[in-house]
């Protein structure tokens, strides 16, 4: 196999594991907060529009972890610079 | 397939180009300029108000209330920039609902340069409220060690806060993309309905967050902090 192909093997296969590893850690602990949110919610439901600004807060800051994971992995499958750097090298030489 | 609007390129002369990012922020400047001139025209403060002066109100008082609620004391100080921060921020993520509109936050240029103006008001603020001296002696808390760590604290924070926006911006658009190719019919707009939720959420979140920044590095008062949780330790 030729370097290209290499590359853009394992740029899909890790592309593929980011995502898949990087979801997991969100997921579960976008689980958690909502339910610890909704007990809280349901012992107190005066709090209920405090407890929903919050968790809505906290949700998008878990979630971006899984983004920073999601970036990566387009980086990886589209502009990818190692790529583009044999790319480079191939139409010169 | 895009990945962000500076792909998208209207005019080029020679290294000057003008793609969609610039474009299209400069049409959201205009528009927010023109309106915000356009409904402070004429201010009535009689009972009798006109329709668009209310809902500025609104807009203004919730803001307030929000940066105070964050634990800015005086919120008005800090008004002038949280405030434009998010209201830039969500215009440019809500208009994304007219056809042909790039969102300039789905461009990490954008997004970052919002996170250096975070970056630099910082420390404004703060010194402004607390000192040179007292602003720097803030670094080596609580002990002198921990000072590179604040330091790449600092940075690492601004990179977060610019990727956090661009990435979430970003996936919105990609995700209709991959739909549309996928099942074209009904599923984008959901998507694109979940893409305006997510877009006011995230300048919410962005203004939120800088908000706290400023208000970590304006705090005076520590003994006032160490009273309000022993009042939450009694509460419990």
Redesign the interface.
């Known amino acids: 196999m030729d370097s290209l192909t290499i590359i853009g093997m394992v740029s899909i296969i890790t592309a593929g594991i980011t995502m898949a590893i990087g979801s997991i850690g969100p997921a579960i602990a976008e689980g958690r907060a909502v339910a610890a949110a909704l007990s809280a919610m349901a012992q107190q439901p005066d709090a209920s529009s405090t407890i929903t600004r919050t968790l809505f807060v906290g949700l998008a800051m878990i979630e971006s972890t899984a983004i920073y994971c999601f970036v990566l992995s387009m980086i990886l499958l589209f502009t990818n610079p190692f790529w583009s750097y044999f790319i480079e090298n191939s139409t010169r030489g | 397939?895009h990945?962000s609007p500076d792909e998208l390129i209207y005019w080029q002369y020679g290294a000057v180009k003008l793609n969609a990012t610039i474009l299209f922020t400069w049409v959201l400047m205009l528009i927010l300029f023109i309106s915000a001139k356009l409904f402070t025209r004429n201010i009535a403060s009689e009972l009798v108000r006109s329709r668009w002066q209310n809902s500025l109100e609104i807009i203004v008082l919730t803001i307030e209330q929000q940066v105070k609620s964050i634990g800015l004391n005086q919120p008005r100080a800090y008004m002038a920039f949280l405030g434009s921060l998010f209201l830039f921020i969500a215009s440019a993520n809500l208009l994304s609902i007219v056809p042909g509109y790039a969102a300039p936050t789905g461009s990490l240029s954008t997004t970052f340069a919002l996170a250096l103006c975070v970056f630099i008001a910082v420390p404004f603020f703060g010194i402004r409220t607390r000192g040179l001296r007292n602003y720097l002696a803030s670094y080596t808390q609580p002990a002198f060690i921990m000072l590179p760590f604040n330091i790449i604290g600092e940075l690492s924070r601004t990179l977060?806060l610019a990727?956090?926006l661009?990435?979430?911006m970003?996936?919105g658009g990609?995700i209709i993309g991959i739909l549309l190719v996928i099942a074209p019919f009904i599923f984008p707009v959901v998507m694109a309905a979940l893409g305006l939720l997510?877009g006011m959420?995230?300048a919410?979140?962005f203004f939120?967050l800088a908000g706290v920044y400023i208000a970590a590095a304006t705090s005076i008062e520590k003994t006032h902090v160490k009273q309000n949780s022993n009042k939450q330790i009694n509460i419990n």
């Open positions: 397939m990945l977060a990727v956090r661009f990435g979430n970003m996936s990609m997510t959420v995230q919410y979140i939120v």
